[in-house]
């Protein structure tokens, strides 16, 4: 079956080709206007996004201060995980899940609804659970988004099918490329994860994508791009060997997360069935007794992840619980089937794993950071089975070159050692339990 599948896709990425070619011969102006809009629709959906999801988060935490978090956090948890559930159930059922395999189905040749309705719903339905507790990223979201934006901007102008199949996945790209400030990271996945393809009239369209996006939404931010983290790294020969097995742990370690989010996702799709509001309700209710009973740190996953990578003061019980509680709560949200990405909590797990093992004796305590970030890479890689990707994303942290090399190691050690276990990624095999769920 996979390998049917696989040629099915290359006959289809010819057949693409051919057509894209034609297009660009007689309606270039066309294109033209469909990449420029993909790429500004991708950045405004994605940023709007964001500073959503700020906006609540602050909201959340501002009251943290005039009450108890386990008044608080189970209320907004309970509260924002039903409306979310209920715009999702009754506007656009097709904005349920992550946003990735989504695309992916579309592109697979399945039913997906590509519209802008799916969109809008994803983009108000995934600020409200995000912003509510659910330990879930925006970058999941931004590629559905994104993916809609483009097909409805080419079914306006008119464009041929096969056309508007790039151009979705290319407008998944742009979303990725938006939410990290990584245009070669978005350009990279669209290729990687979603096309499967690597022809050069393809890759031209994508990656012109990908930095408009990037662009417009560095614009829309202010107009500078600065890196998260300014981070010194070091990196020598010894490093190579401890790096592949750092590389090859996270790698189990992905895998086994992967088989986490598949089978609590399978388990809410049999316990709750068609209930959908009532799941993402008494998920969100989970979610937020569960994180009142943690420190402040648990609140938000934004300065969760910058206490990590920055080490600021840490105590190493910190990331071990990380890893304890965000594997376990990133699949309950999963579960619930909430709009959100799970590219933001595998970097956390990554990171947090870096810190712990770059932490032991027998690494020097100037590579610790250099750990963390190759963990992130390596996590994303070993779940995802996208190492160029992984490795991007990380450098988009930092823009500082000399990680992308370590970075890259571990990737691929994961990336190997994960595909041992199943060749398939989490998204590719989320597209049957996502795709086929109808509540």
Same mark, same amino acid.
């Given at each position: 079956?996979?390998?049917?599948?696989?040629?099915?896709? @290359?006959?289809?990425?010819?057949?693409?080709?051919?057509?894209?070619?034609?297009?660009?011969?007689? @309606?270039?102006?066309?294109?033209?206007?469909?990449?420029?809009?993909?790429?500004?629709?991708?950045?405004?959906?994605?940023?709007?996004?964001?500073?959503?999801?700020? !906006?609540?988060?602050?909201?959340?935490?501002?009251?943290?201060? %005039?009450?108890?978090?386990?008044?608080?956090?189970?209320?907004?948890?309970?509260?924002?995980?039903?409306?979310?559930? !209920?715009?999702? %159930?009754?506007?656009?059922?097709?904005?349920?899940?992550?946003?990735?395999?989504?695309?992916?189905?579309?592109? @697979?040749?399945?039913?997906?609804?590509?519209?802008? %309705?799916?969109?809008?719903?994803?983009?108000?339905?995934?600020?409200?659970?995000?912003?509510?507790?659910?330990?879930?990223?925006?970058?999941?979201?931004?590629?559905?988004?994104?993916?809609?934006?483009?097909?409805?901007?080419?079914?306006?102008?008119?464009?041929?099918?096969?056309?508007?199949?790039?151009?979705?996945?290319?407008?998944?790209?742009?979303?990725?490329?938006?939410?990290?400030?990584?245009?070669?990271?978005?350009?990279? &996945?669209?290729?990687? #994860?979603?096309?499967?393809?690597?022809?050069?009239? =393809?890759?031209?369209?994508?990656?012109?994508?990908?930095?408009?996006?990037?662009?417009?939404?560095?614009?829309?931010?202010?107009?500078?791009? #600065?890196?998260?983290?300014?981070?010194?790294?070091?990196?020598?020969?010894?490093?190579?060997?401890?790096?592949?097995?750092?590389?090859?742990?996270?790698?189990?370690?992905?895998?086994?997360?992967?088989?986490?989010?598949?089978?609590?996702?399978?388990?809410?799709?049999?316990?709750?069935?068609?209930?959908?509001?009532? %799941?993402?309700?008494?998920?969100?209710?989970?979610?937020?007794?569960?994180?009142?009973?943690?420190?402040?740190?648990?609140?938000?996953?934004?300065?969760?992840?910058?206490?990590?990578?920055?080490?600021?003061? =840490?105590? =190493? @019980?910190?990331?071990?619980?990380?890893?304890?509680?965000?594997?376990?709560?990133?699949?309950? +949200?999963? +579960?619930?089937?909430?709009?959100?990405?799970?590219?933001?909590?595998?970097?956390?797990?990554?990171?947090?794993?870096?810190?712990?093992?770059?932490?032991?004796?027998?690494?020097?305590?100037?590579?610790?950071?250099? &750990?963390?970030? +190759?963990?992130?890479?390596?996590?994303?890689?070993?779940?995802?089975?996208?190492?160029?990707?992984?490795?991007?994303?990380?450098?988009?942290?930092?823009?500082?070159?000399?990680?992308?090399?370590?970075?890259?190691?571990?990737?691929?050690?994961?990336?190997?050692? +994960?595909?041992?276990?199943?060749?398939?990624?989490? &998204?590719?095999?989320?597209?049957?339990?996502?795709?086929?769920?109808?509540?």
């Amino acid at each position: 079956m996979g390998n049917f599948l696989k040629e099915n896709i @290359r006959k289809t990425g010819n057949e693409s080709a051919k057509s894209i070619k034609k297009l660009l011969r007689q @309606r270039w102006f066309v294109v033209v206007i469909a990449l420029l809009l993909t790429g500004l629709g991708a950045s405004i959906t994605s940023v709007s996004f964001k500073t959503g999801i700020y !906006f609540i988060n602050n909201w959340r935490l501002n009251l943290l201060d %005039k009450f108890p978090p386990f008044i608080v956090l189970p209320l907004f948890g309970l509260v924002g995980g039903g409306l979310s559930g !209920f715009l999702i %159930k009754n506007f656009a059922p097709a904005a349920k899940g992550s946003g990735v395999s989504q695309i992916m189905g579309f592109l @697979r040749h399945k039913q997906v609804p590509m519209n802008l %309705k799916v969109g809008l719903i994803k983009l108000i339905s995934g600020i409200i659970a995000i912003g509510s507790g659910f330990p879930l990223g925006p970058e999941g979201p931004s590629v559905q988004m994104g993916g809609s934006v483009a097909w409805q901007m080419a079914k306006w102008l008119r464009a041929p099918v096969a056309f508007r199949r790039v151009i979705v996945a290319a407008g998944g790209g742009a979303g990725i490329a938006a939410v990290f400030s990584a245009p070669l990271g978005g350009f990279v &996945y669209a290729i990687e #994860e979603l096309l499967n393809s690597a022809r050069p009239v =393809i890759l031209l369209l994508v990656i012109i994508t990908t930095f408009i996006a990037d662009s417009s939404a560095i614009f829309l931010k202010g107009g500078i791009d #600065e890196p998260t983290y300014k981070i010194e790294f070091l990196f020598s020969s010894l490093d190579f060997i401890r790096l592949i097995l750092l590389g090859g742990f996270i790698g189990i370690i992905a895998e086994l997360y992967s088989k986490y989010i598949l089978m609590m996702q399978n388990f809410g799709k049999r316990l709750y069935k068609n209930k959908f509001v009532l %799941k993402m309700s008494i998920c969100g209710f989970i979610l937020g007794s569960i994180y009142s009973i943690l420190g402040d740190e648990f609140h938000y996953l934004d300065n969760l992840k910058t206490i990590i990578v920055t080490q600021s003061d =840490i105590d =190493i @019980r910190l990331p071990i619980i990380t890893v304890f509680v965000l594997f376990i709560t990133s699949g309950l +949200a999963a +579960a619930s089937g909430a709009p959100g990405g799970l590219f933001y909590p595998m970097l956390i797990l990554g990171g947090a794993i870096g810190l712990i093992l770059g932490s032991s004796s027998w690494i020097p305590e100037t590579a610790i950071s250099t &750990y963390i970030f +190759a963990g992130m890479g390596a996590f994303v890689a070993g779940c995802s089975r996208t190492p160029i990707t992984a490795m991007f994303l990380a450098f988009a942290l930092t823009k500082n070159l000399l990680i992308m090399k370590p970075v890259l190691i571990s990737c691929i050690a994961s990336f190997l050692i +994960a595909r041992v276990f199943n060749e398939e990624s989490i &998204y590719e095999r989320q597209i049957q339990i996502e795709l086929d769920e109808h509540d």
